[in-house]
């Protein structure tokens, strides 16, 4: 999850949107390349909110269903699931590369991406971005709310039915390990689904209205609708951003891989140092 919302950080803000603020008419900007980084924006776009899913999946069958979870929760289920949903994701969006012609054709070279009029215009092609927009978000909506109502039932009837037997005879309250590790896969859990749904309504209510009012342009940067676009299409990103911090905050284990990803660099660093340190006195006593 962390890395699909990274790539959807390095593939559309960095890449695409302060590309064409700062770097106008450079490389990124040719007609392919443009092309390849908006189907790479969609396509880790899609699977950063399909790994969500998966993810809110994968905690309620590990919390509440008890003979599923030996067959599911495994390294190699996780596998075929990232996968999967990989693999579907780029498919799907691989259709939005072929939606995109040249701006600007400047001796033979093309530059620039718009949509095709034809795209707007083909009802075939509406289906299809009605078919794209009911997958990412509005069913992921409905899933992780579904999930999350279903885990919290489970969740409370468990601290009902176990709370008399965590109470020792003389009164000591006894700590249940269990109980506490699926309080923390609950806060996990709802930081990130709630996060996922506040930051990607906006979006999926803008976008709904645009098909309603049949808007194609804004004319001016001072347009409402030009502000609510930016304003959701930030909020949207910024839901990529949010979901690693929180992995940050609330996992040991993560914040543990982490710190071992930054000290891997800096430990080579040292080793070659003191290699090149023994290398020189041993030439030295030599």
């Avoid at 590309?19 to 007609?31: E, Q």
């Avoid at 978000?137 to 409370?156: A, E, G, K, M």
């Amino acid at each position: 999850m962390a890395v699909a919302d990274f790539l959807v950080v390095i593939a559309d803000p960095i890449l695409n949107r302060i590309n064409a603020l700062h770097l106008p008419w450079s490389f990124l900007d040719m007609t392919p390349v443009c092309t390849l980084l908006i189907f790479l924006s969609n396509a880790a776009t899609v699977v950063s909110v399909w790994f969500t899913v998966a993810f809110t999946f994968d905690r309620f069958v590990a919390i509440c269903c008890e003979n599923l979870k030996t067959k599911y929760c495994s390294e190699k289920t996780t596998a075929v699931v990232l996968g999967t949903v990989s693999v579907l994701g780029c498919l799907e969006s691989l259709s939005w590369y072929f939606t995109l012609k040249p701006r600007y054709v400047i001796d033979n070279v093309p530059w620039f991406c718009e949509i095709k009029q034809s795209f707007r215009e083909s009802t075939a092609w509406a289906a299809f971005e009605m078919f794209h927009l009911i997958l990412t978000p509005f069913i992921p909506f409905c899933l992780i709310l579904l999930f999350n109502v279903l885990t919290v039932r489970r969740i409370i009837v468990s601290s009902r039915v176990g709370r008399g037997l965590r109470i020792r005879s003389n009164g000591e309250i006894h700590k249940d390990e269990e109980m506490e590790n699926r309080k923390k896969s609950i806060i996990l859990l709802f930081s990130i689904s709630v996060s996922f749904i506040l930051l990607w309504v906006t979006q999926g209510i803008f976008y709904i209205y645009l098909r309603i009012a049949d808007i194609q342009f804004h004319y001016s940067y001072t347009d409402p609708g030009y502000i609510t676009e930016l304003t959701a299409k930030i909020l949207q990103l910024l839901s990529s951003c949010t979901n690693t911090c929180i992995y940050v905050l609330t996992q040991t284990k993560f914040r543990e891989e982490l710190k071992n990803a930054v000290k891997y660099p800096l430990n080579l660093i040292v080793q070659l140092v003191k290699s090149q340190e023994e290398l020189k006195g041993f030439k030295h006593w030599n």
